[in-house]
């Protein structure tokens, strides 16, 4: 079956503009997750998504915001950029829901975002 | 806050010898997981580990959970060049919100 699918997978943009990130994520997965990856600061979680809800949100400012579609499909929207949001933005969609077990998450590939 | 410490940060290796991989946290975690993640590319899960002092094996690779659920560790024997990449280890901190370490690069040499 096919895996998480990111679009675009590197895209360049300048200071001060905005930016929209989608996920597509394994069919039957309800439950799409946004990090951010820099060298510096590792992988960090943004926010996630189930059933078109915002469940958990990351420490991230509120130029950071995400969206959920009924077919599951989310995207990700990055507003004002600051050269600081360059980073590989990773989506990952997971079945388990909260209290079930063990989440299982399987990553996309991400989208490489450079602000200049 | 919970943080997870990942050592070492860089490691590179000739192949066949072995090396261990450190992930400590003062925080307790319902689960870990372990990645590793090719340049380009986005982590792919390695383990998932559970309870307390479960150890794992996928081929040559032993996972092992500390018994308090705090601590895991990444043994891999026999390194080969394919094993090379970014290892990193994560806590389950619910609601699908992953606590990840800073990461390992491995380098295995021929």
């Known amino acids: 079956k096919a895996g998480v699918t990111q679009t675009p997978r590197y895209l360049i943009k300048t200071r001060g503009q905005q930016v929209t990130l989608s996920c597509s994520p394994i069919?039957?997965?309800?439950?799409v997750s946004w990090y951010q990856q820099t060298p510096g600061q590792g992988l960090q979680f943004l926010f996630e998504?189930?059933?078109?809800?915002?469940?958990n949100k990351g420490n991230f400012p509120g130029r950071f915001s995400g969206r959920q579609f009924s077919n599951s499909r989310s995207e990700m929207n990055v507003s004002t950029l600051e050269l600081g949001d360059s980073a590989l933005y990773l989506c990952?969609?997971?079945?388990?829901?909260?209290?079930?077990?063990?989440?299982?998450?399987?990553f996309g590939a991400g989208s490489r975002l450079t602000v200049l | 806050t919970q943080l997870l410490e990942q050592s070492p940060q860089f490691l590179s290796i000739q192949e066949g010898e072995n090396l261990t991989v450190y992930c400590n946290s003062s925080?307790?975690?319902?689960?870990l997981q372990w990645y590793r993640q090719e340049p380009g590319e986005g982590p792919v899960l390695l383990v998932t580990?559970?309870?307390?002092?479960e150890v794992k094996k996928l081929k040559r690779l032993t996972f092992q959970f500390g018994d308090a659920r705090k601590d895991s560790s990444l043994h891999i024997t026999a390194a080969q060049t394919g094993d090379t990449g970014l290892y990193l280890c994560?806590?389950?901190?619910?609601?699908?919100?992953?606590?990840f370490g800073a990461g390992t690069i491995l380098r295995v040499k021929s």
């Open positions: 990952a969609s997971s079945w388990v829901t909260v209290g079930s077990g063990a989440n299982v998450l399987t």
């Open positions: 069919s039957g997965h309800r439950s």
């Open positions: 998504y189930f059933s078109e809800t915002q469940r």
């Open positions: 925080s307790v975690f319902s689960s």
């Open positions: 580990v559970v309870t307390g002092g």
């Open positions: 994560a806590g389950d901190s619910g609601g699908n919100k992953l606590v």
